[in-house]
Nanobody
Framework: QVQLKESGGGLVQAGGSLRLSCAFS????????LGWFRQAPGAEREFVSS????????QYSDSVKDRFTISTDPSEEVVYLQMDSLLPEDTAVYYC??????????????????WGQGTQVTVSS
């Protein structure tokens, strides 16, 4: 059973940076597509970014493109989300997601697969 554990959330001022980490365990990191989603209070969970386990096929939502960077460390089985130039509207619980993707088609962004428990990111104005 795949397990995902997020860390790195916290409180930061607008314009600041945070790096989220998601540790993958209980399965084979290879051939998974990894994603980050977020859910703000009163809103639906939304796609933020995704990447193939090898570090290729990175994708971003329009709202975070050019501010966030996703990456992986296959040797440590970790996926990162570097968040720069944070805005108050980035405040949300951030969730890590993993989908089995043996054909390398890329993350479906549909919310299937395995989920972590989430980490809170709060950006003050």
């Amino acid at each position: 059973q795949v397990q995902l554990k997020e860390s790195g959330g916290g409180l930061v001022q607008a314009g600041g940076s945070l790096r989220l980490s998601c540790a993958f365990s209980g399965g084979t990191f290879s051939y998974h597509a990894l994603g980050w989603f977020r859910q703000a209070p009163g809103a639906e969970r939304e796609f933020v970014s995704s990447i193939f386990w090898s570090g290729t096929r990175a994708q971003y939502s329009d709202s975070v493109k050019d501010r966030f960077t996703i990456s992986t460390d296959p040797s440590e089985e970790v996926v990162y989300l570097q968040m720069d130039s944070l805005l108050p509207e980035d405040t949300a619980v951030y969730y890590c997601n993993a989908e089995w993707d043996p054909n390398g088609l890329g993350h479906s962004q549909s919310g299937k697969g395995y989920w972590g428990q989430g980490t809170q990111v709060t950006v003050s104005s």
